[in-house]
C-alpha cells in the first residue's frame, strides 16, 4: 500500500471514530459476586491490583479512538460515578469529547427504572439523537479484555451492515452459556440463539460455536428505530439479546465480528468475571510470567483513577521475620512487615503484618491482615481488618461457618463477616 492511500485509510478510520458514541451498560449487580457486590455495581468491582472492572471497555474505547462515550449506570452506583469523576476527566469537552453518566431519570415515566439492556438505551433517546452519531458502540461494563473498537467498526462500514455483533470463538460445551450465532461463510448471521442445548457450529468446524460478546455496532437511525419499535411491543423483555437481535435477522444485514489476534488469528483474551472463581482465576492469571492479559503494555495502555500513593515497602530480614513477596504483584502504599506473600495480588495500601502469611490471595485496597495470620485462596475485601492469628482457606467447614466459600473454594471475607460494620464497601 501506498503512503498516501495509507494515510487515506487512516483518516478514514478516525472520521469513523469521531462520528461514534459508545453507550457502556454499566447498571448491574452482578449478584454471581456475592457479597462483593453487595454495595457496589459490577463494573465498579476493583480488578488487577490498581483498576476497576469499568477501566478496560472505557480504556479500549479511549485506545481506539472513540471519545464520546456515555456510561449506563443504575444499580448502587455511588462508587462508580465516583471512580468516573476522579479517574476520567481527562477528556476535553472542547474537542467534542465526554465521558457522560447516563443514570436512569424518569425520562420516559415515573416508573422509568431500566428495564432491560435495550430499554436502558431507548429511556436515552431524545438525548443522543441531540448528539446526531453516524454508529452507536453499545459495550457491556463488565468484561475484562483489550479489543481496537475501530477495526470492528471499519469492518461494520466495509460490509454496509446495520448491525455488527462482537463474538467469540467457544467450544460447544461453553456455548451453551451464551448467545450464540449461526453464520454463513461470509459472517452474515442468520439465526441468533440464547443459551442453546445444541449450539450451532462456525462454518468448516465441528466443535467451535460463535458466542456473542454483548459488544454492537449500530447505524445510529437504524438502532433508534429498531428501539422505537421494540418500546411498543408490550410482549418484549427489552434486551437486545433476546428481542432486538432476533427481531431484525431475516430483515436486514446483520455480521458477526470475530474477535481474534490479527498476527495470530488466535482467539483473543476476554474474560466474564462474573462468579467468584472466574474472579480469583482472572486475578491469579496476571501474576504469571507471560500472562494473556499483558498490563505492562504501553502500545494499549488501561487508564484509570490513579491514587497517590509512596512505593511498595518490605521490612524486617530476620529468619523468622522477614518482609517478602515471590511471585505476586504488589501495589503502591503496601506495607510487607516481617510477612511473606506467595503467588497473590496485593491491591494499593494493603498492610501484612509480622509472621504473616498470604498466598493464593487477592487482597483488595486499604486491607490490615494483622500478625499471626494465614490466609489461603482468599478473596479479602476491601477495607478488612483481619484479627491476629486468623487461619483462612485451611479448614472449608470453619470457613463456611463465618465466611462465603465458592465451588471452587475460594474464600471470600467482607468487614461484615469479620463483625466490622461499615456501611458499605465502595
Not at 150 to 155: E, I, K, S, W
Not at 272 to 301: C, F, H, K, Q, R
Not at 327 to 347: E, Q
Amino acid at each position: 500500500m501506498s503512503e498516501s492511500n495509507n494515510h487515506a485509510q487512516v483518516r478514514s478510520v478516525n472520521n469513523l471514530t469521531r462520528n461514534t458514541i459508545a453507550l457502556i451498560l454499566a447498571g448491574g449487580r452482578g449478584s454471581r459476586l456475592m457479597n462483593m457486590t453487595d454495595w457496589r455495581a459490577k463494573p465498579a468491582v476493583p480488578f488487577g491490583g490498581k483498576f476497576r472492572i469499568i477501566d478496560f471497555p472505557l480504556s479500549n474505547c479511549v485506545n481506539s479512538g472513540i471519545r464520546k462515550i456515555g456510561i449506563l449506570t443504575q444499580y448502587k452506583a455511588d462508587s462508580l460515578i465516583r471512580h468516573i469523576q476522579q479517574g476520567w476527566g481527562f477528556l476535553r469537552g472542547e474537542f467534542g469529547e465526554y465521558v457522560d453518566l447516563m443514570p436512569a431519570q424518569q425520562r420516559v415515566d415515573e416508573d422509568s427504572w431500566y428495564k432491560g439492556t435495550a430499554d436502558a438505551i431507548f429511556q436515552n433517546i431524545d438525548i443522543l439523537r441531540t448528539r446526531r452519531p453516524e454508529y452507536i458502540l453499545v459495550l457491556a461494563g463488565d468484561h475484562i479484555y483489550k479489543m481496537d473498537y475501530a477495526a470492528m467498526l471499519a469492518d461494520h462500514v466495509e460490509k454496509n451492515a446495520d448491525l455488527t455483533i462482537g463474538c467469540l470463538e467457544v467450544s460447544l460445551q461453553e456455548a451453551t452459556a451464551f448467545g450464540v450465532m449461526d453464520v454463513d461463510a461470509n459472517r452474515r448471521v442468520k439465526a441468533f440463539v440464547e443459551k442453546p442445548e445444541h449450539p450451532p457450529v462456525m462454518p468448516g468446524r465441528t466443535d467451535t460455536a460463535l458466542a456473542s460478546m454483548g459488544i454492537y455496532i449500530f447505524n445510529a437511525g437504524f438502532l433508534f428505530e429498531q428501539l422505537l419499535k421494540d418500546a411498543d411491543t408490550k410482549t418484549s423483555s427489552h434486551d437486545f439479546g433476546k428481542d432486538i437481535i432476533p427481531a431484525v435477522i431475516h430483515k436486514y444485514v446483520v455480521n458477526a465480528y470475530p474477535f481474534l489476534d490479527l498476527q495470530s488469528g488466535q482467539q483473543s483474551y476476554w474474560r466474564d468475571v462474573g462468579t467468584i472463581d472466574a474472579y480469583w482465576s482472572a486475578n491469579m492469571e496476571l501474576i504469571g510470567v507471560n500472562p494473556e492479559l499483558n498490563l505492562y503494555d504501553n502500545t494499549w495502555p488501561i487508564w484509570t483513577h490513579q491514587q497517590q500513593t509512596p512505593p511498595a515497602k518490605f521490612v524486617f530480614d530476620d529468619d523468622e521475620r522477614r518482609g517478602l513477596a515471590v511471585d505476586s504483584m504488589v501495589s503502591g502504599g503496601c506495607v510487607i512487615s516481617g510477612a511473606k506473600v506467595r503467588h497473590s495480588l496485593l491491591f494499593s495500601n494493603v498492610r501484612v503484618n509480622s509472621y504473616s502469611m498470604v498466598q493464593d490471595s487477592i487482597i483488595l485496597p486499604e486491607a490490615n491482615i494483622a500478625r499471626n495470620c494465614r490466609i489461603t485462596k482468599a478473596i479479602i475485601e476491601k477495607n478488612c481488618q483481619v484479627p491476629e492469628g486468623t487461619i483462612i482457606g485451611e479448614n472449608r467447614e470453619e470457613d463456611e461457618k463465618r465466611f462465603h466459600v465458592s465451588a471452587g473454594g475460594v474464600v471470600l471475607v467482607t468487614p461484615d463477616m469479620l463483625g466490622q460494620k461499615l456501611h458499605y464497601v465502595r
